[in-house]
């Protein structure tokens, strides 16, 4: 007998992943009632997920794996720069600044592979 027939098939899996992802929310959504948004804590976790979100960016711009790595990174820094300015410019929208960024960095790379740029 495998360990799939001892829960009931796949069925019986489906069941177990589900129970053990459902009550870890239903604690979460006990516990957000309780936790303020504008507290000392909430605002550090922010920080923190800010922090890692932009030594991630940052990361990905200067140190490239996979095929973002055969990019020159004068493109990518360029693309960066229009997306930052057009994320303020549009008071702080995320939508504006990253089409404006992809659109950049196409635009750059398309040039430099056909040799115009």
């Known amino acids: 007998m495998t360990n ?11 069941v177990l992943v589900s129970l053990s992802t ?14 303020d948004p ?6 550090w976790f922010a920080c923190v997920a800010y922090g890692m979100l932009a030594g991630l960016i940052s990361r990905i711009m200067l140190m490239p794996i996979g ?19 057009l ?3 549009f008071k702080r929208n995320l939508l504006p600044g990253t089409i404006g960024a992809t659109a950049v ?5 398309t040039l430099r592979a056909k040799g115009i740029f």
């Open 87 to 89: 994320f303020f410019l």
């Open 22 to 35: 459902y009550i870890w929310r239903a604690g979460g959504v006990l516990i957000a009632a309780r936790i």
């Open 105 to 109: 960095f196409l635009v750059l790379s």
């Open 4 to 14: 799939l027939e001892l829960v009931g098939g796949m069925w019986g899996l489906l």
């Open 38 to 43: 504008a507290g000392p804590l909430s605002q």
């Open 67 to 85: 095929i973002l790595a055969e990019t020159q990174l004068v493109d990518r820094i360029a693309a960066l720069a229009v997306g930052f300015v």
